[in-house]
């Protein structure tokens, strides 16, 4: 009963999060993503059908095949419930799934340019001030920058802070979500200037 009542409360506060993070981004883009992972999040769809209507998805099958055969359906049922829905660094099968469009590691971001027209949304990863301005060069929707608070991911760097991520995200042209270590203890330290994404703690807290 106790970890139900927890659960509720941090689906309450990320809630409360994102409809801060709304009033600071464009309106084709997701308040807050949830970030697929094949080993942090082996069950996505259980996480999608209960994600707030606000959210948006981006899958990230790593090369993991039973993850690639899952995008299909993960596509099927972001466009259900009205949720965007971007792959990850994998064009071919953001159109072969009919997503809205395609999220770029930071080292692949020239790639955008020759899919520019082709999707209605792109997104870049960006770990420092010199990638956002790339991100803006590269007429790209929205970056998500990390890591902002200690992560317990393998690629995570040093933590930037809510104070750093705030004074980049203030500098920036470009809209911009906080990754890393992102909770819903600590999301509404960005969300009065930024939306956000997570992995795990959105899987914790709202896998069906």
């Known amino acids: 009963m106790r970890d139900d009542l927890e659960r509720l409360a941090a689906q309450r506060k990320l809630r409360a999060a994102a409809r801060r993070s709304r009033r600071h981004l464009p309106g084709h883009l997701p308040a807050a993503w949830f970030l697929t992972d094949p080993l942090r999040t082996p069950d996505p769809l259980a996480v999608i059908g209960n994600l707030p209507e606000d959210f948006g998805v981006i899958l990230r099958h790593f090369g993991a095949l039973e993850q690639v055969r899952l995008a299909p359906a993960i596509a099927k049922l972001t466009k259900r419930r009205g949720l965007v829905c971007l792959v990850a660094a994998d064009p071919e099968l953001a159109l072969e799934v009919g997503a809205e469009g395609v999220h770029w ?83 509404a330290k960005v969300a009065g200037f930024a939306g956000f994404g997570a992995v795990s703690s959105l899987s914790d807290v709202f896998q069906g």
């Open 105 to 187: 590691p930071e080292a692949r971001l020239s790639e955008g340019k020759r899919w520019r027209g082709r999707f209605g949304l792109m997104t870049t990863a960006a770990h420092s001030r010199a990638a956002l301005v790339r991100a803006r060069s590269a007429g790209v929707d929205a970056a998500l920058l990390s890591t902002v608070f200690p992560s317990q991911s393998p690629s995570s760097g040093v933590a930037l802070g809510a104070l750093r991520f705030r004074e980049l995200a203030r500098a920036a042209d470009i809209p911009l979500y906080a990754l890393g270590g992102i909770t819903s203890e600590n999301a």
